[in-house]
């Protein structure tokens, strides 16, 4: 098979990265990358270490002259998201990637690339293996099973570990360097609910709210887009100020970890008011389309009669329990971060609602870089639930890798940028969760941590793509930073 990138710089990291499209990889799935990378070891004389879960530890030792430095782990992880489109045949547990260059893009237009994280792995394997470039002690950490959940690391023994210098090569923005990433838990809500004989001489009123942009409940908290399960409450709650109402149905979000983009709900109202229960919804979605002008410009309310019976609706009761908790819940920035300018620091978000028997389950997600404020959330979460008579059951807690503005291998990061570049990176504490979380929480000492990479773009989705002249820029940064350590 032909290499598609054996012209193009930085030869050795693309040499690596075009094997690793090569090697099945989805997540679960790592043992054959464990064996090319253990074949990489071995070629080099270097020792490894694979464990159960498919995580893989390489030490590399010290160029002459570095002996004594400190080691460095340099870490990233193995597996990728398989996503194609849907009329593309491509097996992921076997063919290849199909890649190609286009402009200054190396990309997968009918798959994901992988390059996150192979662009990470092969960086690490660079370094460690080019011999021109010096560096201290590296132990280099691939881990496994990352995107579904960071499972892999979760279960890595960080006691074989001397290392107490991290850099995460999972970061995906040339020039932003992330210092820090939000924890918290993912709570379910159950409220107990009951239902009682639908009354005579009312009408269902479907409503329902489409077109909004949703994203990720973390990463694009900041971009004020609505949340529709919050909007439909306040359909529901203005239509509840005008007329008794009934509830038959409420559903909103796909994913606790998403803004949710749609939500529905009937209502059964007297039939002598349906007309206005209507307008109140149309009234509101005039008020939506001002309050989030040039943000959610396909935004869609839609309210009317539907014909159908409806034998059973919610009490009144529980209708005003889950109305109660959807109202009251703390939904979008909490507080931005005081040392970082424009970065958010706490924030929860409403994900899922759902009637499932004799519940209404709701999923909410906390995040924050401080484990005192994604607690104090979670706190709240529980105290509304418990004056709604329901229970919350955590259902994982991801780990905070907290920032600290003293770190030396940022103030590394930063001076060797600036010698190259002629300006200064940005530092950045993701609002998302980054294996970083997990390593600051199994290891007893202090870690110092920075995450980086080149320009990703379009990650897990099919036309995943690497812009070349940044990896390009990137590895002649990255590689200075090792003589300095
Ligand atoms: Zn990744």
Redesign the pocket.
């Known amino acids: 098979m032909d290499r598609v990138l054996k012209d193009l710089e930085p030869k050795l990291v693309l040499e690596y990265f075009e094997d690793l499209t090569r090697i099945p990889r989805g997540s679960g799935n790592e043992d054959q990358v464990c064996d090319y990378l253990i074949k990489f070891a071995e070629k080099n004389g270097f020792s490894w270490h694979k464990d159960h879960m498919k995580n893989l530890l390489i030490r590399v030792p010290a160029t002459p002259g570095y002996e004594d430095h400190p080691t460095v782990i340099v870490q990233g ?1 193995t597996d990728m998201v398989c996503e194609k489109n849907a009329d593309t045949v491509h097996d992921f547990e076997k063919d290849p990637i199909k890649m190609e260059i286009e402009g200054d893009k190396i990309i997968a237009k009918e798959t994901t690339l992988g390059a ?2 192979g662009i990470g792995i092969a960086l690490a394997m660079a370094i460690a293996s080019d011999k021109t470039i010096p560096h201290p002690p590296l132990e280099l950490v691939c881990t496994s099973d ?2 579904r959940g960071m499972t892999g690391v979760e279960a890595f023994d960080t006691s074989l570990l001397k290392g107490r210098i991290l850099i995460n090569l ?1 970061a995906t923005d040339e020039g932003v360097f992330v210092v820090g990433c939000a924890g918290g838990p993912v709570v379910r809500v159950e409220i107990p609910i009951a239902y009682e004989k639908a009354p005579q001489g009312y009408a269902p009123i479907h409503i329902k709210i489409t077109g909004l942009k949703g994203g990720h409940s973390g990463e694009d908290i900041h971009r004020g887009r609505a949340n529709s399960i919050k909007l439909i409450s306040r359909i529901i709650n203005d239509i509840g100020r005008n007329m008794p109402y009934k509830m038959a149905e409420i559903t909103g979000g796909l994913k606790y970890n998403a803004i949710p983009r749609e939500a529905q709900a009937i209502l059964l109202v007297p039939n002598d008011t349906k007309e206005k229960a209507i307008d109140i919804a149309k009234k509101m979605t005039e008020n939506f389309a001002r309050e989030y002008y040039s943000i959610e410009n396909d935004l869609l309310v839609t309210a009317e009669e539907i014909n159908k019976t409806y034998e059973t609706v919610l009490t009144d009761i529980s209708a005003t329990k889950i109305m109660d908790f959807i109202t009251l819940a703390q939904c979008g920035i909490v507080r931005m971060n005081h040392q970082l300018e424009g970065v958010v620091e706490s924030s929860v978000s409403l994900g899922v609602i759902n009637l499932e028997g004799d519940k209404a389950v709701i999923q909410t997600m906390t995040r924050s870089s401080s484990e005192s404020m994604y607690m104090d959330m979670y706190y709240n979460i529980e105290r509304l639930a418990q004056n709604v008579g329901a229970k919350t059951f955590i259902m994982s807690n991801c780990p905070e890798w907290e920032y600290n503005p003293h770190s030396a291998i940022k103030n590394v990061f930063e001076s060797t940028f600036e010698e190259i570049f002629n300006k200064k990176p940005k530092f950045l504490v993701l609002h998302a969760g980054l294996e970083c979380g997990v390593f600051a929480k199994k290891i007893p000492e202090y870690v110092d941590m920075i995450a980086a990479g080149p320009d990703l773009r379009d990650l897990h989705t099919p036309g995943e793509y690497i812009i070349i002249s940044s990896l390009q820029r990137f590895w002649q940064f990255f590689k200075e930073v090792f003589k300095k350590l």
Do not use: N, R, T, V
Request: no cysteine; charged share 85%; net charge negative.
């Open positions: 992880h996150d994280d990352e995107e999972d």
